[in-house]
């Protein structure tokens, strides 16, 4: 719980505030800070009487994120989600340090906080001190990335913060930002895992489970590289909307696109073609067994179909919320969520898990077209032609890579058969490297071309 709510603060402060902070700071610094003041005081007060509304009702919380989990199980869930909620005050003002520090275009602390944040589990894990230790561990590493990005800061601090002025018609359009995106974040974080849990459950045991496990795969590798992107490239969208530079905001966004492209479509048929063994690797041990893998890398198939969209959006989203328009993003989020439920409804009785995850991806690839089709109609010189040849060349390249990883995993399953983990590694190991340099010379060939 704490860990979701820290990632929700994250996506609700940094588009609503990043774009009004680079405003201020380029016409009056010292506003830009007072709004920075008000802001903490403000997330302050609402994490306090989120965690202490979190803190006495635990056991619901418990029952309500698991729903399955009785007696001791649901005490443990509880103990621990009431020893973790300090972690989410220090993640929520790392989360306002990091933003401050994306608007100045400094990404390298924000990346050691989160080097530091993951590695205090780790740690505890490592410690011997069970579940205790793993507790230590992320409390320990949360407070260390709060730290490690706060003094990133030091020097921006300005001696005029303690002066209040007029601050108040600031937060109150970091408010209006932030109230849309409350919504959507909402949907993403509560709705969509509920929605696809609840039909879960209504399917053979251990559906849930393996929608979750092959949900997190989907979700670990749509979001590394266009998170960071989306990130990095923010600011620099705000900066040239406040600087009218269409023409040079419409190249940044083609760009990032083309990188997106560029690594999801060979990913996407990779996880595809080599779901088992990547799902045997990550979890195959102790009582996840053969059948779990199979179970898991069912679902897996076809959030990868998903894959492409799901990295596209944080890099839109973020292009949208620039421009200071929350609404049409937020919009896309509600009719795309009513889309997953009618497509789930349908999909879920020929596929089973299968077509609850079919029917996130699909929806998710509604939202990220219509918000292309919205670009392309609020920049008529941007091109989504252009973006879609792009896609197709590289598509000529992905299909020859696809070959090859597919021999190789014939052959890999067959030589590698009962090697365990090893041999799973082995396997995705050979066929990422034939694929990939397969993938890399066509691609030069083709897009060259």
């Known amino acids: 719980v704490p860990f979701g709510l820290a990632v929700v603060l994250r996506d609700l402060l940094e588009p609503a505030l990043l774009p009004v902070f680079v405003r201020l700071r380029d016409q009056e610094r010292a506003r830009a800070w007072r709004l920075v003041f008000v802001v903490s005081a403000l997330l302050v007060a609402g994490v306090v009487f989120v965690a202490l509304l979190a803190f006495g009702n635990a056991e619901r919380l418990a029952h309500l994120l698991a729903p399955g989990f009785q007696g001791q199980r649901i005490h443990l869930t509880a103990t621990l989600i009431r020893w973790l909620i300090p972690s989410l005050l220090f993640l929520g003002l790392a989360n306002l340090a990091g933003t401050i520090l994306h608007a100045d275009k400094r990404f390298v602390l924000p990346a050691v906080g989160d080097v530091v944040f993951r590695s205090g589990p780790v740690a505890g894990l490592l410690s011997g001190a069970g579940l205790a230790g793993l507790v230590a561990g992320v409390l320990l590493g949360s407070l260390g990335k709060l730290v490690t990005q706060v003094a990133g800061l030091r020097r921006y601090v300005p001696p005029f913060l303690r002066e209040f002025g007029q601050w108040e018609p600031d937060v109150r359009q970091v408010g209006q930002l932030a109230a849309p995106l409350s919504v959507g974040l909402l949907l993403a974080y509560v709705g969509v895992p509920l929605v696809e849990n609840a039909f879960a459950s209504t399917l053979a045991g251990g559906s849930v489970a393996s929608l979750t496990f092959a949900r997190k795969i989907a979700e670990t590798l749509g979001s590394i590289l266009p998170y960071t992107l989306g990130v990095v490239a923010f600011p620099y969208f705000a900066q040239m909307v406040l600087r009218d530079e269409a023409r040079e905001l419409e190249r940044t966004l083609h760009q990032a696109l083309r990188a997106i492209l560029f690594f999801y479509l060979p990913i996407t048929v990779g ?117 879609a ?42 066929a990422a490297l034939a694929g990939g340099a397969v993938y890399l010379a066509l691609s030069w060939v083709f897009v060259q071309k």
């Open 389 to 430: 040849r792009f896609a197709l060349r590289l598509c000529a390249a992905v299909a020859g890579m696809g070959a090859v990883v597919l021999a190789v995993s014939m052959w890999a399953a067959s030589s590698l058969a009962g090697a365990g983990t090893m041999g799973a590694a082995l396997h995705l190991l050979a």
């Open 271 to 387: 996880v595809i073609l080599l779901r088992v063994p990547l799902v045997q690797l990550l979890f195959q041990r102790g009582a996840f067994d053969a059948q779990a893998t199979q179970q898991t890398a069912w679902p897996l198939l076809w959030y990868a179909v998903g894959l492409v969209p799901m990295a596209i959006e944080p890099v839109l989203v973020h292009f949208f919320f620039a421009q200071s328009d929350m609404v049409t993003p937020i919009v896309w989020d509600v009719i795309s969520f009513v889309a997953g439920v009618a497509l789930t409804a349908l999909l879920i009785g020929p596929l089973g898990a299968g077509g609850i995850a079919l029917a996130t991806s699909l929806a998710k690839g509604i939202k990220v077209v219509a918000l292309l089709l919205h670009t392309a109609r609020r920049f008529p010189s941007w091109r989504l032609s252009d973006l």
